[in-house]
C-alpha cells in the first residue's frame, strides 16, 4: 500500500458526460500529480499541483482540469468525454522536493461507452 | 526536451536466464532516472533509483551518463518478474516524471 487513495476504483460513463475523480495523497505529501495510461500513448503526465497551486502541466486537454484542496487532496475533473478518453489514471504524491520519492495510487478506471 | 525511449514493447526470456530492459533518456542537465514495475495493470512501484544504487529484487540499474542510457538488468529472470516495466526521468525545475512506454517482460518457464 503506497498510502495513495484514489476513488472510484472503476468507473463506466456515457460519451459527452462529466466525471470527478478523487484522489488523497499520502500524509505529509505536498505534492499531487496526474497521469492518464492508455493503451496507445502509453503514461502521459497531465498536470501538477503543489500545497495547493498548480506547479507544471503536460499533455492535458482543456476539457479536463484539476485542483488541489487545502486539505491537499486533489480532484481531476474530465468533462465532454470522448471514447478515446477511456483509460487508466493514476494519481501520485511526494512531499514536493525534487529528490523525493514519487508513490503512485492504485488508479481510477475510466470506461467510456 | 526530455524524453525516455524503452526501444522494447515486449521481452520474452526463459526462467533463470539474464534479463536487460533497456532504456535510453535525451535530457541537457544532471537527470535522476528511475524504474517502475507494474504488476497486472495494479499501481506503479518504485523499483530502483539511480541516485540509491541499491538491488532490489536481484534488478540493478546503473546510470551511464557517456551513453545516457539506465538500463535494468537481473542475472537469473524468475517468473515473478513478468510484468510492466518503465523507466522516467526527472529533471529541470518541475520534480514531475517522464516516462518510456514500458516494456512488457514475460518469463517464460
Known amino acids: 500500500d503506497s498510502g495513495v487513495t484514489q476513488t472510484p476504483k472503476h468507473l463506466i460513463t456515457a460519451t459527452g458526460q462529466r466525471v470527478t475523480l478523487r484522489c488523497s495523497p499520502r500524509?505529509?505529501?505536498?505534492?499531487v500529480y496526474w497521469y492518464q495510461q492508455s493503451l496507445d500513448q502509453g503514461l502521459q503526465f497531465l498536470i501538477q499541483?503543489?500545497?495547493?497551486?498548480?506547479?507544471a502541466k503536460g499533455n492535458i486537454l482543456e476539457r479536463f482540469s484539476a485542483q488541489q484542496f487545502p486539505d491537499l487532496h486533489s480532484e481531476l475533473n474530465l468533462s465532454s468525454l470522448e471514447l478515446g478518453d477511456s483509460a487508466l489514471y493514476f494519481c501520485?504524491?511526494?512531499?514536493?522536493?525534487?529528490?523525493?520519492?514519487?508513490?503512485f495510487g492504485e488508479g481510477s478506471w475510466l470506461t467510456v461507452v | 526536451a526530455q524524453r525516455v525511449t524503452q526501444p522494447e514493447k515486449l521481452l520474452s526470456v526463459f526462467k533463470g536466464a539474464p534479463v536487460e530492459l533497456k532504456c535510453n533518456y535525451s535530457y541537457s542537465g544532471s537527470p535522476e532516472l528511475f524504474w517502475y514495475v507494474q504488476y497486472s495493470r495494479q499501481r506503479l512501484q518504485l523499483l530502483l533509483r539511480h541516485i540509491s544504487r541499491e538491488s532490489i529484487k536481484g534488478f540493478t540499474a546503473d546510470l551511464n551518463k557517456g551513453e545516457t542510457s539506465f538500463h535494468l538488468k537481473k542475472p537469473f529472470a524468475q517468473e515473478e518478474d513478468s510484468a510492466m516495466y518503465y523507466c522516467a526521468l526527472r529533471g529541470g525545475g518541475a520534480d514531475g516524471l517522464t516516462f518510456g512506454k514500458g516494456t512488457h517482460l514475460i518469463i517464460q518457464p
Open positions: 499541483y503543489y500545497n495547493g497551486e498548480e506547479r
Open positions: 501520485a504524491s511526494s512531499q514536493g522536493s525534487p529528490r523525493n520519492t514519487i508513490y
Open positions: 500524509s505529509g505529501d505536498l505534492s
